[in-house]
């Protein structure tokens, strides 16, 4: 059995960049039946006791495991998402680690965002927009829908959800505020640290 993750958080510990209702439907409606949807498909396969990346990475590209690849990478994104975030009020600057190896990626750290938002502002209709491990080496990247950076051999640093419903009831269409929220003020650089 699949669970929800207990947010690190509280649902209005992201305001006033986030709101509780979106987290409420967000994460108590939109994740939830990722989850739910999820166990009803593994139920009885061999899927029922894998790990979610042990799943994505075994039903990537499988037509008729599509359902099954679609809601466990949609818990798995969610998952990371809600941990890449910290609550508004700490207002911590990313390690000396993490600033590095982004500098050295993308320039600076601004330089960072505005490629990071771009990329995101570039993805047509639902998906995701990642940092990624690649090899020793950082990049963004952009997936459709559900897909994800496992489903390419590749290991998530940073993934910042680009679905309408992350965005629309506190920014209506303005991707590019919510983006600019998430960005400089929702990452949680301790957890993105951990895992460079
Ligand atoms: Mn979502």
Do not use: C
């Not at 939109?30 to 061999?46: E, F, I």
């Not at 600019?180 to 640290?193: G, K, Q, S, T, Y």
């Amino acid at each position: 059995m699949f669970t929800l993750i207990t947010l690190p958080y509280d649902r209005a510990a992201l305001e006033p960049h986030m709101s509780q209702e979106t987290l409420d439907f967000h994460y108590g409606k939109h994740h939830q039946a990722y989850v739910d949807n999820l166990n009803k498909l593994v139920a009885g396969t061999d899927f029922e006791t894998a790990s979610l990346e042990e799943i994505i990475r075994q039903t990537a590209g499988s037509q008729d495991k599509a359902a099954i690849f679609n809601n466990a990478a949609q818990v798995y994104n969610h998952d990371f998402f809600w941990q890449n975030l910290r609550p508004a009020d700490s207002t911590k600057e990313p390690g000396e680690k993490i600033a590095s190896a982004i500098s050295q990626a993308f320039g600076s750290l601004d330089s960072f965002y505005v490629q990071f938002k771009e990329t995101a502002m570039s993805q047509f209709g639902s998906g995701w927009t990642w940092l990624v491990k690649d090899g020793d080496k950082l990049a963004i990247m952009k997936t459709a829908n559900a897909d994800n950076p496992l489903a390419h051999g590749l290991e998530p640093l940073i993934a910042v959800d680009v679905w309408e419903h992350s965005y629309y009831v506190d920014y209506r269409n303005r991707r590019a505020d919510y983006l600019d929220a998430v960005l400089r003020h929702l990452l949680n650089w301790e957890f993105i640290e951990n895992r460079l």
